[in-house]
């Protein structure tokens, strides 16, 4: 396993999309452009990988896109009301800080379909010292739930997976132990998560989660994805997306779909592309991004590439808006198997907030 190359999690917009032509119009683009009514051809050559600025049906017209990455519930955490946690809201001047959010999935995240015998993930996650706030629960079957909430620092579930994968959303929260001194000032280092499963455990500091990306691939062929950003106290929206990546067994590419979702988890849209190499010889993607409704959220645009000697790699870009300006960056990692079809993306997408950086 390995990650992102350190130059590439803090390239900026402009450096990550420095290929190919791109108007610097403020406003809608001329009706000549077309780009409104245009048929959507895929081109890895054009500015805005063939697609058009229009709306689509809701899940681009596919039922099973819908299906596939449709809503999670979200859970009602009897610890966001504990007084060691909203005290730790602002900080001894009264300012508001701001929040870490971890993704974490597990199972058969590849769509591999030689992936049938049953994997019990039963398991936890836990902090110390800090409490866990459980947002979402992300592709829980009946048979899997959540154990009951004891400790603010200590989140336990009933988990097992053959062909699909479950998942949790949750917010840590760096706060003391005991409610003594719940303004104290903590040591990210010396705060620890761990996730801990019969197939697989791993431990990472606070210091580590803002921009984390982690995929670790088991021998089974399972596989256990962690995803982590920093909301700054400022109002500027963040998120997850993720999906399937299905490379081509005859070409340098392939095509990904899936759908973003907010720093709690909140269905934001369905995401649809494809990645290859242009005339230039650069490894490019381009994809649409669209509310749950179909409407219009952006064209997006990046690099792709590989690590050396694994059947993955990373990916970095943006997505423009009509008005044909960038409106955020995104980023994260790609995995594949031998399965022709199995393969997975996850990663995380900020806008463009200056007030933020």
Not at 7 to 17: G, M, N, P, Y
Not at 63 to 81: C, K, T, V, Y
Request: proline share 5%.
């Amino acid at each position: 396993m390995k990650h992102l190359p350190a130059f590439l999690v803090f390239l900026s917009i402009s450096a990550v999309l420095a290929f190919g032509g791109c108007s610097e119009s403020d406003g809608p683009s001329a009706p000549e452009d077309n780009l409104y009514t245009r048929e959507q051809v895929a081109n890895v050559d054009d500015p805005y990988g063939g697609y058009n600025f229009a709306d689509e049906a809701p899940g681009f017209g596919d039922p099973a896109l819908i299906d596939e990455f449709g809503d999670d519930p979200d859970f009602n955490d009897p610890f966001e009301s504990d007084p060691a946690v909203t005290t730790r809201e602002r900080d001894r001047e009264g300012r508001l800080r701001g929040r870490v959010f971890l993704a974490v999935t597990w199972g058969n995240l590849h769509k591999d379909s030689t992936i049938t015998h049953v994997t019990d993930w039963t398991g936890s996650l836990a902090v110390k010292p800090g409490a866990i706030l459980l947002q979402r629960i992300m592709r829980f079957e009946p048979e899997d739930y959540i154990l009951p909430r004891t400790e603010r620092g200590l989140l336990e579930w009933v988990s097992h997976t053959s062909t699909g994968f479950d998942g949790v959303l949750v917010r840590i929260v760096p706060c003391p132990s005991t409610t003594a001194d719940v303004q104290a000032e903590i040591d990210s280092a010396n705060t620890v998560i761990t996730f801990s499963s019969g197939p697989f455990t791993a431990s990472f500091t606070l210091a580590q989660l803002p921009g984390l990306h982690r995929i670790v691939t088991l021998d089974d062929g399972n596989a256990v994805a962690f995803d982590a950003i920093y909301v700054p106290p400022v109002s500027c929206p963040r998120g997850f997306l993720g999906g399937v990546w299905r490379h081509h067994a005859e070409r340098e590419g392939g095509k990904f779909f899936g759908k973003y979702i907010s720093e709690t988890g909140l269905h934001m849209g369905f995401v649809k592309g494809f990645y290859g190499v242009n005339k230039d010889g650069h490894k490019v993607f381009f994809g649409k991004w669209i509310s749950r409704s179909g409407e219009f959220r952006g064209v997006l645009r990046g690099r792709w590439g590989h690590f050396e000697g694994e059947k993955a790699g990373y990916f970095a870009g943006g997505w423009m808006g009509r008005d044909r300006r960038f409106h955020g960056d995104l980023k994260g990692e790609w995995r594949r198997n031998d399965e022709r079809d199995a393969g997975f993306f996850r990663g995380v997408w900020a806008a463009d907030c200056a007030d933020a950086r």
